[in-house]
């Protein structure tokens, strides 16, 4: 027998309906803001020289907002503004790190950003090959999961850890990586975060060096409560009446949640464009004013009153 889900839990079909009848243009909204930063990859991709930083930016930290805009849109579209707080946390994360790369020193900034992938990459590819110490460490999960690694997949490991520790000892990228062994803490097998040898020691401190700890505080925190499971007050109600399950689909304060997701959007296309077609500026201004702003202002919120009927 097919399983149903419990209404007062889980309301699918409601809450897309809802979403369909009296938020379709705040979604539009969206949608066009998110296909405005799919094109602005490519076209200021071809302003540039190429280079590593560039790359990073345009290619990985500029599509990664793009990508959880679209994801945002998705979620919300089908009334699942909860789960939307998981994206949105990711988008805020590369406002800050898009913002921290362009603050200063952009080149080092990069490049540290890169070092600090590639030794991630080799750290993975470490554990693939027998007697490495990290093999070593990971070997009790291997078996626990009951994988197999095959001989072909151990020495496709070997290949592409000789190509990055090639990369590594390049005089460009070689100080940068001798930093991060510097800055590893003993016993453990993984680094500080890409951004630590900059002066950044946390997220929170890169917020208040950027001049953006009040939204890191009110916005990133709340965010960061959903995606590590830590918003007790989002899923449970004390009443006198007894214990609300709250529904995972609903809407509360959904205008407020648009609202921050599409600033960050706008600052980040601001940033891009100041560093890259500082000429379209002007452009993107007008395009608010005439196409967005109105439709950014008037998004609609919901009352949400909790009936005494849904407690369990």
């Known amino acids: 027998m097919k399983e149903e889900a419990h209404k007062t839990i889980l309301d699918r079909n409601t809450s897309a309906q809802y979403i369909r009848e009296h938020f379709s243009e705040s979604l539009e909204l969206v949608g066009e803001i998110t296909n405005y930063g799919s094109n602005l990859i490519p076209r200021c991709?071809?302003?540039?020289?190429?280079?590593?930083?560039?790359?990073?930016?345009?290619?990985?930290?500029?599509?990664?907002?793009?990508?959880?805009?679209?994801?945002?849109?998705?979620?919300?579209?089908?009334?699942?503004?909860?789960?939307?707080?998981?994206?949105?946390?990711?988008?805020?994360?590369?406002?800050?790190?898009?913002?921290?790369?362009?603050?200063?020193?952009?080149?080092?900034?990069?490049?540290?950003?890169?070092?600090?992938?590639?030794?991630?990459?080799?750290?993975?590819?470490?554990?693939?090959?027998?007697?490495?110490?990290?093999?070593?460490?990971?070997?009790?999960?291997?078996?626990?999961?009951?994988?197999?690694?095959?001989?072909?997949?151990?020495?496709e490991a070997r290949k592409q850890l000789a190509a990055i520790d090639k990369v590594l000892s390049k005089d460009e990228y070689k100080e940068i990586n001798a930093e991060f062994d510097k800055m590893k803490?003993?016993?453990?097998?993984?680094?500080?975060?890409?951004?630590?040898?900059?002066?950044?020691?946390?997220?929170?401190?890169?917020?208040?060096?950027?001049?953006?700890?009040?939204?890191?505080?009110?916005?990133?925190?709340?965010f960061s409560e959903i995606a590590h499971s830590e918003a007790f007050a989002k899923h449970i109600l004390i009443k006198e009446q007894g214990i609300v399950f709250e529904p995972i689909r609903q809407l509360e304060r959904v205008r407020t949640f648009l609202t921050i997701v599409l600033s960050l959007a706008i600052r980040i296309y601001q940033l891009i464009l100041k560093e890259y077609r500082p000429e379209e500026l002007s452009n993107f201004g007008r395009k608010y004013l005439e196409e967005w702003r109105l439709r950014f202002h008037t998004i609609k919120d919901v009352k949400y009153t909790v009936s005494r009927h849904t407690t369990i």
């Open 45 to 155: 991709f071809v302003s540039t020289k190429r280079k590593l930083p560039d790359v990073i930016i345009l290619g990985s930290l500029l599509k990664q907002a793009v990508a959880m805009l679209d994801a945002v849109e998705i979620l919300v579209s089908q009334g699942a503004l909860y789960a939307a707080h998981v994206p949105a946390r990711a988008l805020f994360e590369v406002y800050l790190y898009i913002s921290w790369v362009l603050q200063q020193d952009k080149d080092q900034r990069g490049k540290q950003y890169y070092v600090w992938h590639l030794r991630r990459r080799r750290m993975w590819l470490r554990r693939m090959v027998p007697k490495t110490d990290e093999q070593k460490r990971f070997e009790e999960a291997i078996k626990e999961l009951n994988l197999s690694q095959d001989q072909p997949m151990q020495e």
């Open 185 to 222: 803490r003993r016993g453990r097998d993984y680094d500080q975060p890409w951004y630590r040898p900059s002066g950044a020691r946390s997220l929170a401190d890169m917020a208040a060096r950027l001049g953006v700890k009040p939204q890191y505080d009110i916005f990133y925190t709340q």
